[in-house]
């Protein structure tokens, strides 16, 4: 019989990150493409573009910060791929072009394809916030023009948008994580195929989703972690 598990994957700290990182992007989207649209620049809209960039500065050295001091998922380690990602990454991969039809592969906390896409990301955003703080007092930066960074960076972080919320959609849909519920509440769901009841403690441990944890590379555990 098959057992469920819902487990914290996601720190309250990482997840805090996500959704005001989320919103404030969202919004300079939009601000960003109207003003580019716009025959003259209405002053309103940059405004609203600044106040968007004031919460999306914290939220992404928070999560810079995590990605280097904090611990367990929340650290880059959790990204990055190694043998056993690959295989899954593409996995996910054959889900994608077989239309659903493929399997989708299990995973603990960043998904093995998107890990990757996710550090490429935040370095976008850190030339985004850079262009964007200096487009206007220095235009160009040595030979670089800055406008046009921050247009290649809207055009790059507006696609990875459009791509990974229909992805985490995809994702939800043909798993059984709970994807979205969990960048929310913190905890994903397991369904694990063969319960193995230990002798000496009683619990029910699982050998895959043993295995989903030791992708976790990062060895560093936080003090009140029981195992
Ligand atoms: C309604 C919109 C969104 C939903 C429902 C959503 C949902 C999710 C989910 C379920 C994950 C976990 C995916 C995984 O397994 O790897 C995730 C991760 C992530 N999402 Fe979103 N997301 C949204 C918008 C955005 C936006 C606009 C951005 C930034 C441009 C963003 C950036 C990220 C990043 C960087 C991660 C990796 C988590 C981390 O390490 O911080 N998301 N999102
Ligand atoms: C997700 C992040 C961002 C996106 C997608 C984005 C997108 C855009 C776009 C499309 C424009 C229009 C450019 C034009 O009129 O030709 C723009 C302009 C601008 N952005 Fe951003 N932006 C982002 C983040 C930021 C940040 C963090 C700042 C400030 C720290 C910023 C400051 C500005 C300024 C000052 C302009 C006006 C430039 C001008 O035409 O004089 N942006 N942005």
Redesign the pocket.
């Known amino acids: 019989m098959n057992e469920i598990q819902r487990i914290p994957v996601w720190s309250r700290a990482l997840r805090i990150a996500h959704w005001v990182m989320a919103v404030a992007?969202v919004v300079?989207?939009a601000t960003?493409?109207r003003?580019?649209s716009e025959p003259l620049?209405a002053s309103t809209l940059?405004d609203d573009?600044?106040l968007a960039?004031a919460f999306?500065?914290p939220a992404i050295l928070l999560r810079i910060y995590l990605l280097f001091f904090g611990t367990d998922t929340d650290h880059i380690s959790d990204c990055e791929p190694d043998g056993n990602r690959l295989r899954s990454a593409a996995a996910v991969l054959k889900y994608y072009f077989s239309l659903g039809r493929s399997p989708l592969p299990n995973w603990y906390a960043h998904n093995p394809l998107w890990g990757p896409v996710y550090l490429l990301l935040f370095l976008f955003?850190l030339m985004?916030?850079i262009s964007?703080?200096f487009?206007?007092s220095h235009p160009y930066l040595g030979m670089v023009n800055l406008?046009d960074i921050?247009?290649i960076?809207?055009y790059v972080?507006?696609g990875f948008t459009v791509v990974h919320v229909v992805a985490v959609f995809l994702h939800d849909l043909g798993g059984s994580g709970s994807d979205i519920s969990a960048m929310i509440n913190g905890h994903r769901i397991f369904v694990l195929k063969k319960p193995v009841t230990t002798q000496q403690s009683g619990d029910t441990q699982s050998v895959s989703l043993d295995a989903l944890k030791r992708s976790l590379k990062n060895k560093k555990k936080h003090s009140n972690d029981g195992g």
Do not use: D, K, S
């Open positions: 992007v300079l989207i960003g493409w003003m580019e620049p940059l573009h600044f960039a999306l500065i955003l985004q916030i964007g703080a487009q206007q406008h921050h247009i960076g809207a972080i507006t």
